[in-house]
């Protein structure tokens, strides 16, 4: 099977942004994010990080159907929650680039498509003067209840990349795991990487 990854833009982004949604829903509900999704809200967090000045949204087809995506934009334009960690610390969020996620379906998993989405978002960053990018990871305890036995970390994944975890650099960012009755905060690390 042979996966096209690629940028997204124009009326293509556009049309794209339902199905977007529902595979972030889907990639996100097992662990470690364990997240119980809502169309109608990821439709419209997908739309206001595609609508920031310098994003990209990358996808990856297997024929015409989106089997992942991920996103990045320039730090200066997140949410104040991503970028009050870096200001606290003195770090210009102005040359940073932001991640914001990198999702698969399982099946398509090792095959070259998580390199190249990291590919296309440095190059993006890259174009656009960024100094480092970064993204943010949920920290979950060894022991939670929902992680599977197999379960592997994707931190190997990332440092072959060339990123590391910034000791104390963490944000709090609120959602529902699915089989709670509410939303819940959880701490979030960030991975950075200069160049």
């Known amino acids: 099977m042979t996966i096209a990854v690629r940028p997204l833009t124009g ?9 977007l949604a529902q595979l972030r ?12 999704g809502d169309a109608a ?3 419209d967090y997908l739309r206001e990080f595609a ?34 960690p870096f200001i606290a610390r003195g770090i210009d969020a102005a040359r940073l680039f932001y991640f914001g996620e990198s999702v698969l379906l399982p099946q398509y998993r090792g095959r070259g498509v998580g390199h190249a989405f990291f590919d296309h978002r440095e190059a993006q960053a890259r174009r656009c003067g960024a100094a480092a990018a970064c993204f943010a990871a949920v920290i979950r305890p060894a022991d939670h209840r929902a ?12 440092a072959r990349r060339g990123y590391a ?9 609120g959602w529902k795991d ?18």
């Open 178 to 195: 699915h089989g709670d009755a509410d939303e819940t905060m959880k701490p979030m690390q960030y991975w950075m990487r200069e160049w």
């Open 51 to 84: 609508a920031a000045p310098d994003a990209v949204l990358v996808a990856a087809f297997d024929g015409t159907v989106i089997v992942g995506a991920a996103t990045a934009a320039p730090m200066v334009h997140q949410k104040s929650e991503f970028r009050d």
């Open 25 to 36: 829903i889907a990639v996100f509900a097992a662990f470690p994010y364990l997240y119980d």
């Open 165 to 173: 975890q910034v000791p104390g650099l963490v944000t709090q960012l």
């Open 147 to 158: 992680r599977p036995a197999d379960y592997a970390p994707l931190d190997p994944f990332w």
């Open 41 to 43: 809200y990821e439709t």
């Open 11 to 19: 009326d293509e982004l556009a049309g794209a942004l339902a199905p």
